[in-house]
Each structure stands twice: as structure tokens, then as C-alpha cells.
């Protein structure tokens, strides 16, 4: 996601830690690597001298060429510039007073509109909703039946039938508040360019259903025509967000993030996956974060969330943050990232993950010796490792059927994250519900460049 990005960032950011104060002539330098940076990501043109110009008049009312940690500065701002042209906050749904909370989705064809009806809507399930589906695009007659098997998979009903779409979907509607479904979601036909007969039916639709919400949805692989579809979308339907699809196979996606500028309307949901949970909000600021390289531990906890059991993973990022992170935890952690997969996902949102990490897999082979060498401690080592001198590493070593190189680097190594983790609590977040913005960790962390499982 925003490789492209991320990478022309870091170095941005790398080449400025070094230095003391910056001239005028510097920041002029560092603002056209940035826009330059933004190019080669496919931003748009006009969007990128925008956030450029932006850029320039926060970094002159912040004066910048006097400050003495210039590069903290200027991440900052970026940042915040980041974060405003991703959406600046987070869409938050509101339902209908009068159930159900109506939802069309729009875009060209192939952009992802009926696979991201049904991860919208399971994403309502997981809300408490009790969403229906609409098959309103009867171009295809295999449209409504990939929606069906969709719908199958998600445990939610599909509504459609063989009449015209507007029909269908005025009784979708009806058929909603007949079954008391309080979300309703309408998939439309799409075209592969913008024409006037598919405008003209999804404003019929648009005007039949009077959504509550208008999606668009965006395939982050579209380029620099995403820009123009947006604003065509947006002329004839007011759209509310948009839904970027396919950021698991774009790295450079900026030609969506254009789209928020353009339009006015911010990124309300990402996909990223063919697989109906490859799907969430999209919060901008943590994005924001994530291409800037500070990692999103938010994101992190939450999804760690959702696969460990909540309490636990709750009370473990919490410690983590605090820095009473032990070897006990750190062994359930390996454990739990064991059975969530591939750790792309949740561990490659952490600051300073390296590149060769992300997508890696913890097997069986790597964690089996860290869990002898764990096991073969004793509570005070697990919870004090510093406490671990020669003669208990002899011992563990013959006690776990490991060397004394084994204990070293594991030691060396849980250390190194022990100090992360309290640098990133301090920076990152106070106490629950007292969540700031992350903030870049100094210097570059090194513990997780040699963690066991490589
Ligand atoms: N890799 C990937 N594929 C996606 C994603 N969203 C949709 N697709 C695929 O894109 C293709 C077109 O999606 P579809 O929902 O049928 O698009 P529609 O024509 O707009 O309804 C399908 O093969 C989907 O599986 C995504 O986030 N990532
Ligand atoms: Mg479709």
C-alpha cells in the first residue's frame, strides 16, 4: 500500500535527521523532493503543488529554517498535510433515523462495487447491523449471482429480481422495512468509461432510494483517471466517500489519494483483497503515519484485537506501550502471530519493521527453539532478563537443547524491543482512551531487524 510513497518519504526523512538547522535554501529542497515524491506516486499534478504550497506556508509559519530538530518538524507537518489529503478524519456513519440507512454504491465496471457491497455489508454485521443487499445491476445476468453467492457466504440475503434496476431497487427498499433490515445496500451496473445511459440510471436509482450514502467506489490501480471519474460521479450524485479498492495491488495509489482534493469527499473505506475481510475503515491519519513510516500501532491493536482474544491483547498492548513487556508475553505474542498468518498485515504496520519482514511467516521450525529457550527460564529471568548472567545461559542453553548464542541473540534482541516499545508508548498514547498522534521514534529501532523468526 503507498510503497512508493513510503520509500521516497523515508529517504526524505533519513537525509534530513542529520542535520542541525536548515537554511531557506534547504527547506526549498526538501519541499521539491517532496513534490517530487508525490509525482512519482501518482499524485496529480494540480493536488500535488497544492499540498506543496500547503506544505511551504506551515513550514514558514512554523519556522523551520530556526528550528533546531528540523526533520521532527517537518514530519509533523507532513503529517498533518498527509492526513488532510487522505480525509482528514474518519467517516463516521450515522444510521437513519427511519431504518434502513441506505446505501448506493457507484463506479466503472470491474472497480469492485459488488465485492465491496458484501464486504460493506459484513462490515455492518459486524457493527450489529442486519444489512440487505440489492442486485440492482441487470446488465450481466451473472451480476446478481455473484452478489448471491456473496451474500451466501456472509450470511446476509440479496433482494433482486428480473425487472429494470430502478424497480429493483425501489423494492429493495420496500423490501427492507418489510423484513426490518436496517441497513440497505444497492449494487448498480457499472461501464468501463464514464457514459451518459449508466449516469442516467444510477441517478434514476439515486433518485428513487434517496441514499443516505453515496460510495464511490475507486480502483486504486486506476491512475490518473481516477480524477476525472470522481469528478463525473460526483456532478451527477453527490457522493459521500469512496471506497479505494485494490490497495493490495497498487504501490503507487496516489492517483486516488488525489480524489479527496478534487472532490471534497474523504476515503471512507479501504479493500484491500479479493477475500470479504480484506476490508476496513480507512482512517486517515493512521494511514498518514503508515506511509510516513511511523507504523500504525492503532490499526495494530485493533486488528490484534480482533484475532487474540480482546482482554488479552488489550492488557498486552497496554503493557508493550508501557514497557513491562516480558518474555511471557513476548513468547504468547509469537505464539498468537503464529495462528493470525503471514505478519505483512499486523507487523508490518510497525515503525521500523524492515521490508524483508513484511510478509514473512512465523512457522513452527522458527518458534520452536525461542519457546524452549523461554521455557527453560525462570519466572524472575522471564520477567527480568537483564538478570540472566553466564552461568544461567549455560544452564538454559543445556536445559533448551540451544547454545549459548541462541540465549545471546534472543536476549539481545527482546531488549531491543523492550526499549522500542517504551519509546513508542511514551510518543504514541498516555493512558487508555487518551490516544495521540504517533510520533516518530528516534533514531532508527533496531530490534526488530534480527527477531528470531527470520
Ligand atoms: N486484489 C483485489 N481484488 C479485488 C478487490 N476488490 C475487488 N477485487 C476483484 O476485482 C474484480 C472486480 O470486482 P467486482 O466487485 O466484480 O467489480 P464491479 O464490476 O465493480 O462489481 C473481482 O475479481 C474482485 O474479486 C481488492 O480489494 N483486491
Ligand atoms: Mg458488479
Do not use: C
Request: net charge neutral; proline share 4%.
Amino acid at each position: 500500500m503507498f510503497d512508493t510513497l513510503s520509500d521516497r518519504f523515508e529517504g526524505i526523512f533519513k537525509r534530513l535527521r542529520g542535520k542541525g538547522r536548515l537554511t531557506e535554501s534547504d527547506v526549498e529542497e526538501v519541499l521539491r523532493e517532496i513534490r517530487n515524491a508525490l509525482l512519482e506516486a501518482d499524485v496529480n499534478v494540480d493536488v500535488a503543488r497544492t499540498v506543496v504550497a500547503r506544505i511551504r506556508d506551515a513550514a514558514i509559519g512554523a519556522k523551520l529554517s530556526q528550528a533546531l530538530d528540523p526533520s521532527q518538524q517537518v514530519i509533523k507537518i507532513v503529517n498533518a498535510e498527509l492526513t488532510n489529503i487522505l480525509g482528514g478524519q474518519t467517516l463516521k456513519i450515522t444510521y437513519a433515523g427511519r431504518p434502513p440507512t441506505v446505501v448506493l454504491m457507484a463506479g466503472l465496471q470491474g472497480s469492485g462495487k459488488t465485492t465491496n457491497s458484501a464486504k460493506l455489508a459484513r462490515w455492518f454485521k459486524s457493527q450489529g447491523r442486519q444489512p440487505l443487499l440489492v442486485g440492482a445491476d441487470l446488465q450481466r445476468p451473472a451480476a446478481v449471482e455473484q452478489l448471491r453467492t456473496l451474500g451466501r457466504q456472509i450470511d446476509v440475503p440479496v433482494f433482486s429480481e428480473a425487472s429494470d434496476p430502478v424497480t429493483v431497487a425501489t423494492r429493495g427498499l420496500a423490501e427492507a422495512r418489510r423484513l426490518g433490515r436496517d441497513v440497505l445496500i444497492v449494487d448498480t451496473a457499472g461501464r468501463l468509461a464514464i457514459d451518459s445511459e449508466m449516469m442516467n440510471q444510477v441517478r434514476l436509482i439515486n433518485e428513487a432510494i434517496q441514499p443516505d450514502y453515496t460510495f464511490l467506489v475507486i480502483d486504486a490501480m486506476t491512475g490518473q483517471d481516477a480524477v476525472g471519474v470522481a469528478e463525473a460521479f460526483h456532478e451527477t450524485l453527490a457522493i459521500d466517500g469512496v471506497i479505494l479498492s485494490k490497495l493490495d495491488g497498487d504501490a503507487r495509489g496516489g492517483a486516488a489519494l488525489s480524489v479527496k482534493e478534487v472532490i471534497g469527499r474523504p476515503i471512507a473505506f479501504a479493500s484491500t483483497g479479493e477475500k470479504l475481510d480484506a476490508f476496513e475503515q480507512f482512517h486517515p491519519d493512521r494511514m498518514a503515519s503508515r506511509i510516513l513510516g511511523m507504523g500504525d500501532m492503532l490499526t495494530l491493536i485493533e486488528q490484534a484485537e480482533q484475532a487474540f482474544e480482546k482482554d488479552s491483547a488489550e492488557e498486552a498492548a497496554e503493557r508493550m506501550l508501557a514497557g513491562e513487556f516480558t518474555l511471557d508475553d513476548f513468547l504468547e505474542q509469537m505464539q498468537q502471530l503464529k495462528k493470525m498468518g503471514p505478519i505483512s498485515g499486523l507487523l508490518g504496520m510497525m515503525p521500523g519493521m524492515p521490508k524483508e519482514l513484511k510478509g514473512a511467516k512465523i512457522s513452527d521450525d522458527d518458534l520452536k527453539p525461542v519457546e524452549a529457550i523461554i521455557r527453560s527460564m525462570t519466572v524472575q529471568e522471564r520477567h527480568r532478563p537483564e538478570i540472566i548472567n553466564g552461568s544461567r545461559r549455560t544452564r538454559i542453553a543445556a536445559g533448551s537443547g540451544t547454545s549459548v548464542g541462541e540465549i545471546n541473540r534472543l536476549v539481545k534482541q527482546f531488549s531491543e524491543m523492550q526499549k522500542m516499545m517504551k519509546r513508542m508508548g511514551g510518543m504514541t498514547m498516555g493512558k487508555k482512551g487518551n490516544r495521540k498522534m504517533p510520533m516518530m521514534p528516534r533514531g532508527q529501532p533496531a530490534g526488530f531487524a534480527e527477531m528470531p523468526f527470520r
